[in-house]
T-cell receptor, first 114, second 116 residues
Framework: NAGVTQTPKFRVLKTGQSMTLLCAQD?????MYWYRQDPGMGLRLIHY???????AKGEVPDGYNVSRLKKQNFLLGLESAAPSQTSVYFC?????????????FGSGTRLTVV | AQSVTQPDIHITVSEGASLELRCNYS??????LFWYVQSPGQGLQLLLK??????LVQGIKGFEAEFKRSQSSFNLRKPSVHWSDAAEYFC??????????????FGKGTHLIIQP
């Protein structure tokens, strides 16, 4: 049972390039989340999804897009990367009935935009 | 909007000494409360959570936390720290409505350093 898997683990982008981060979970969770972690800022919610085909904005959504075409996958896209998007990105999933906030976190994707 | 304050950015504790990490929250009602730990280069691991009932919550790795409604606090404690406890600790809150769908609001974290 892999839990939450993030791909890739590391990436360096040039300003203006695009990329997609993949989050895959095998726990049949309804909810999935993308957070970014910056030094001294904790984790901030970018976007989230409460079910297949749904997405919603979190605290810091600008510059990012997401899609949840399949229940097990949640994609985070950067259309035109900026240095301000240099961060560590964490995906989480949860939402089993009766286990509020039983979140499982992935191990993170470290993104550097130069 | 809900918010979480962790007043201490860094804390240094000697191995074997007791530990208390502070967390204060701002929320219209009593939220769900959490403590997570993050070891270097790793994801987040849940230490403990408070939903209701007994205000003293036991977690993994010998940690406990006490919810104090009057102080809007949820401080994390451990009677005797080990070198392996060195990590980043995050307090988080979640709304009671919506069944956890809206995600968590995290504090900025406290970096724990253990002195030999």
């Amino acid at each position: 049972n892999a839990g939450v898997t993030q791909t890739p683990k590391f990436r360096v982008l040039k300003t203006g390039q695009s990329m997609t981060l993949l989050c895959a979970q095998d726990m049949n969770h309804e909810y999935m989340y993308w957070y970014r972690q910056d030094p001294g800022m904790g984790l901030r919610l970018i976007h989230y999804s409460v079910g297949e085909g749904t997405t919603a904005k979190g605290e810091v959504p600008d510059g990012y897009n997401v899609s949840r075409l399949k229940k097990q996958n949640f994609l985070l896209g950067l259309e035109s990367a900026a240095p301000s998007q240099t961060s560590v990105y964490f995906c989480a999933s949860g939402g089993i009935s009766g286990d509020y906030y039983g979140y499982t976190f992935g191990s993170g994707t470290r993104l550097t935009v130069v | 909007a809900q918010s979480v304050t962790q007043p201490d950015i860094h804390i240094t504790v000697s191995e074997g000494a007791s530990l208390e990490l502070r967390c204060n929250y701002s929320y219209g009602a009593t939220p769900y409360l959490f403590w997570y730990v993050q070891s270097p280069g790793q994801g987040l691991q849940l230490l403990l959570k408070y939903f209701s009932g007994d205000t003293l919550v036991q977690g993994i790795k010998g940690f406990e936390a006490e919810f104090k409604r009057s102080q809007s606090s949820f401080n994390l404690r451990k009677p005797s720290v080990h070198w392996s406890d060195a990590a980043e600790y995050f307090c988080a809150v979640g709304a009671r409505s919506g069944g956890g769908a809206d995600g968590l609001t995290f504090g900025k974290g406290t970096h724990l350093i253990i002195q030999p």
